[in-house]
């Protein structure tokens, strides 16, 4: 027999994903923008973040309306207020990407500087993690999900040592001072992104585990 509470979770399911799928896509166009030096899919990023805004508009309408008309318990209640939660993830990816953008812009202005390779595998890493949360939620799967927050600390590392090495340009060069504060803020911006993906991945192992893992690692040290 068919609960009235699933055709909604269904509903707020397909939701999450197009919006992750929106999300991944903004995020690879920013990052292409500044791989390219392309200002014209820079500005595109801009526009595609509005889709996101209405798909997270419409998740808050269509939560709200699951809490106050099916009354969710247990199981279903963990799934909506999960999903909402990844919804403002997913929403703040887009923001990130849209940052990322920015700095697109101010570089295809200057004199152009190859972006560090050290940079490029951090976007790859990052953007790794956002895929593997997101097919973690969609298969239900918190063995992929704890992959996703272990793999966390990896993207940690790189982010420190893309930071590392623009210091390092800065002093060596100083005239390429304005670029190389974008690729930091590019880098900060990507590190965001992996920690968006992580909380969506701890969303994944609450709902599929009754499971409570925020803040594991630091209260276990504490």
Known sequence: MTRIVDPVLDD?????????????????????????RDPALAREVRIDDLEIDRLDLAVDEAVLRALAT?????DDLRSVLAIKMMATDLERVGDLARNIAKSALRLAERPEVPAPEKLQIL?????RLLRRALDSFSDHDAERAAIVL????QVDERHDEVIRAAIDEISDHPELTSQEVD?????K?????????????????MVTEARNVKHASKLAEG
Do not use: C
Request: net charge negative.
């Open 123 to 127: 976007a790859d890493e990052s953007r």
């Open 189 to 205: 911006h990507l590190e965001r992104v992996a920690d968006h993906a992580t909380n969506i991945a701890e969303d994944v192992i």
């Open 150 to 153: 272990d793999d966390d600390d």
């Open 183 to 187: 690729f930091i803020l590019i880098a």
């Open 70 to 74: 099916q009354a969710p318990v247990a």
């Open 12 to 36: 707020l399911r397909q939701k999450i994903l197009r919006m992750g799928s929106l999300a991944e896509a903004i995020l690879e166009k920013s990052l292409q923008a500044v791989w390219k």
